[in-house]
């Protein structure tokens, strides 16, 4: 394959700007739903400390402490965890 210069890249990017802008929407949308459910999944539980879903490397590895400084007092509950029967 060889290198794109300056211009390809300008129309390759302008090409692109429907499907970012597409993502966004579809990474916006699944944000809000995923707060809507850890505020739920907070207030059902009622814990101190307070909850998170968390991904590294964009993947969802569990769940565990919200804040930093709670994460060595309520360790992270792993997915292979969570996601027995």
Known sequence: ??????????????????????????CGEFSKKSSKLEKRMNKKLNLNPKLEIFYVDGECVGIGALNYNNRKFFPLIDERELDES
């Open 1 to 26: 394959m060889k290198k794109l210069n300056k211009k390809e890249i300008k129309e390759i990017t302008e090409k692109l700007k429907p499907y970012w802008k597409e993502y966004r929407k579809i």
